[in-house]
């Protein structure tokens, strides 16, 4: 008992010397039964960990660890009809248990629906995630809905990182661990407020570690395929040779209607003058005719 009780004083007065020790235990040592610890050593004649014989593993061997792969695949179709194919796409997402996570429809000129017997060619984006296992089955599925036009495929191996992740995850549940013993253990407030602290620390990263380690996971359990929709657009052909005539209607109602509006344009851009002239000549031709009238009674007088 105090042995222990001076192990847990030397350790947590310093609390970065408790993780230092508690880093080196749970890498290099292993208990060996009696309270002591010894150091790994590997048997004559044998490899450890799957490395050369005598030396432990090197770093990146993954061992047993299956391939962790997370997939991303386009796909631009040629269809018949994009609301049929969009439903088809739907069902044979759900027959593989998979998800549509993100889905568009719309016509060229904007996201508005259709009116029955309009012609508007229609478009549309599908999203969804299906399992892994269930991945080249889906697409073969789908490519059997049209016209494949265009595709591309990115994979990203995340076997390393996920190895890596969860060796760190196990080091600090094991730190957990001992630091957990260390608390039950301790002999006053400091010593226990300590441990604490550094508890709280270590579960954070255990927390944000275990998150990164589930979502790689989830990434490559799920592969994500976006398929596009097209189609074909109608062909509009002339019945028979043209004469002429609509080009002619089109072309005389363009020539009137520049020529009206380059007269608009000359009798705004002269106004200040003929409105002048006018001003002036209302009132000469008054007098003018003044006048007349007078010469005109002089002479029936005469």
Same mark, same amino acid.
């Given at each position: 008992?105090?042995?222990?009780?001076?192990?847990?004083? +030397?350790?947590?007065?310093?609390?970065?010397?408790?993780?230092?020790? !508690? @880093? @080196?235990?749970?890498?290099?040592?292993?208990?060996?039964?009696?309270?002591?610890? +010894?150091?790994?050593?590997?048997?004559?004649?044998?490899?450890?960990?799957?490395?050369? $014989?005598?030396?432990?593993?090197?770093?990146?061997?993954?061992? &047993?660890?299956?391939?962790?792969?997370?997939?991303?695949?386009?796909?631009?179709?040629?269809?018949?009809?994009?609301?049929? +194919?969009?439903?088809?796409?739907?069902?044979?997402?759900?027959?593989?248990?998979?998800?549509?996570?993100?889905?568009?429809?719309?016509?060229?000129?904007?996201?508005?629906?259709?009116?029955? %017997?309009? %012609? /508007?060619?229609?478009?549309?984006?599908?999203?969804?995630?299906?399992?892994?296992?269930?991945?080249?089955?889906?697409?073969?599925?789908?490519?059997?809905?049209?016209?494949?036009?265009?595709?591309?495929?990115?994979?990203?191996?995340?076997?390393?990182?996920?190895?890596?992740?969860?060796?760190?995850? $196990?080091?600090?549940?094991?730190? $957990?661990?001992?630091?957990?013993?260390?608390?039950?253990?301790?002999?006053?407030?400091? /010593?226990?407020?300590?441990?604490?602290?550094?508890?709280?620390?270590?579960?954070? &990263?255990? $927390?944000? !570690?275990?998150?990164?380690?589930?979502?790689?996971?989830?990434?490559?359990?799920?592969?994500?395929?976006?398929?596009?929709?097209?189609?074909?657009?109608?062909?509009?052909?002339?019945? %028979?040779?043209?004469?002429?005539?609509?080009?002619?209607?089109?072309?005389?109602?363009?020539?009137?209607?520049?020529? !009206?509006?380059?007269?608009?344009?000359?009798?705004?851009?002269?106004?200040?003058?003929?409105?002048?002239?006018?001003?002036?000549?209302?009132?000469?031709?008054?007098?003018?005719?003044?006048?007349? +009238?007078?010469?005109?009674? %002089?002479? /029936?007088?005469?």
């Amino acid at each position: 008992m105090v042995r222990d009780n001076i192990l847990i004083r +030397a350790l947590v007065v310093p609390v970065v010397a408790v993780v230092a020790l !508690l @880093g @080196g235990c749970s890498s290099s040592v292993e208990s060996a039964g009696d309270g002591s610890y +010894a150091e790994h050593e590997p048997a004559p004649g044998k490899p450890m960990d799957g490395g050369q $014989e005598g030396y432990p593993a090197e770093d990146g061997d993954t061992g &047993e660890q299956e391939p962790m792969v997370i997939r991303t695949k386009t796909l631009r179709l040629e269809v018949a009809g994009t609301e049929d +194919a969009v439903e088809e796409i739907r069902e044979l997402t759900r027959s593989v248990s998979g998800t549509v996570s993100d889905m568009q429809v719309a016509t060229d000129d904007g996201w508005v629906h259709r009116r029955d %017997g309009d %012609g /508007e060619a229609m478009r549309g984006w599908v999203t969804v995630r299906v399992p892994s296992e269930s991945y080249e089955d889906f697409l073969d599925s789908v490519l059997g809905l049209g016209t494949l036009e265009y595709q591309s495929e990115a994979t990203e191996d995340v076997t390393q990182q996920h190895v890596d992740l969860s060796a760190r995850l $196990e080091n600090l549940r094991a730190q $957990e661990a001992r630091l957990r013993e260390f608390f039950d253990a301790a002999q006053n407030v400091e /010593e226990m407020l300590a441990i604490e602290k550094e508890l709280g620390r270590v579960r954070g &990263e255990i $927390e944000s !570690l275990d998150a990164q380690v589930t979502y790689l996971e989830r990434q490559a359990a799920m592969a994500t395929v976006t398929v596009e929709l097209t189609e074909p657009r109608a062909v509009v052909t002339p019945q %028979g040779p043209s004469w002429g005539f609509v080009e002619a209607v089109t072309n005389g109602f363009r020539g009137a209607a520049e020529l !009206l509006t380059g007269a608009l344009t000359v009798a705004i851009a002269t106004s200040p003058l003929w409105l002048t002239g006018l001003v002036l000549f209302l009132p000469i031709r008054a007098m003018v005719r003044r006048r007349r +009238a007078r010469a005109a009674a %002089g002479a /029936e007088e005469g």
